[in-house]
């Protein structure tokens, strides 16, 4: 399977706590994604972190891409209830305009 | 800007019928995806289109599965007959295929319609 895998599969925190989970992958990639889906909702981008790249940082999002482990995080900073969501991330082939998904990880932030 | 729709929202059939799912994207988007989630597990991609033509449909369960789209606007997915384990939540997404419609990175992203939940009986 080419698609990413996050983990944990949930995550429960209080209000104001860090929040971070984890994606890992089997195939090279172009670029990797990360996508929030609110209860009821489509999945929302958040941020991109490309091939090259190690860390990018987004407002309260901070990125990290290990392509020697094939591994990715996210970290999202003094949570939110808002924040309670699920999370999933995307990996994307070159060229294919191919994105696989994982299972997500399910994050309950309590207020 | 009007979104990704999909119609119906929520679809309750009983097992052998048809249904079929419409998903209207971005004006403009010529890629277009169909995904499905089932029971929490993964977003498991089913096909992607390039304009009217279909770039790869090898997630396709079987061919009880038709996915169309004339004239490369909406598309459609039609079940036919369904069966208990086509039961989940089907997502369509679409982006642009232009370098120039992308992000700043030149990366595509994708933009998702809130999905249609199939339930089978």
């Known amino acids: 399977s080419q698609q990413g895998e996050e983990d944990p599969q949930a995550l429960s925190i209080q209000e104001g706590e860090n929040a971070t989970m984890n994606c890992s992958y089997k195939?090279?990639?172009?670029?990797l994604q990360w996508y929030r889906q609110n209860s009821g909702r489509g999945l929302v981008h958040l941020i991109l972190i490309r091939s090259n790249e190690r860390e990018k940082h987004s407002g309260r999002l901070r990125v990290t891409l290990d392509t020697s482990k094939k591994s990715s995080s996210l970290l999202i900073t003094a949570s939110r209830a808002a924040d309670t969501a699920s999370y999933f991330c995307?990996?994307?082939?070159?060229?294919?305009?191919?994105?696989?998904f994982g299972s997500g990880t399910k994050l309950n932030v309590k207020p | 800007e009007a979104g990704v729709t999909q119609f119906p929202s929520h679809s309750v059939i009983e097992k052998g019928q048809t249904v079929t799912l419409r998903c209207d994207p971005i004006?403009?988007?010529?890629?277009l995806y169909w995904y499905r989630r089932v029971m929490g597990k993964e977003i498991k991609f089913l096909l992607h289109f390039v304009k009217e033509s279909k770039q790869d449909e090898s997630g396709m369960p079987n061919n009880r599965f038709l996915a169309e789209r004339t004239g490369g606007t909406y598309s459609t997915l039609k079940v036919q007959p369904a069966e208990l384990e086509d039961s989940g939540v089907y997502f369509c997404?679409?982006?642009?295929?232009?370098?120039?419609?992308?992000?700043?990175?030149?990366?595509?992203?994708?933009?998702f319609g809130a999905g249609s939940r199939l339930t089978v009986l």
């Open positions: 004006s403009g988007h010529d890629n």
């Open positions: 995307a990996t994307v082939k070159y060229n294919f305009n191919k994105f696989y």
């Open positions: 997404a679409s982006s642009p295929l232009s370098l120039r419609d992308r992000d700043t990175s030149g990366a595509n992203v994708l933009t």
């Open positions: 195939t090279s990639i172009n670029n």
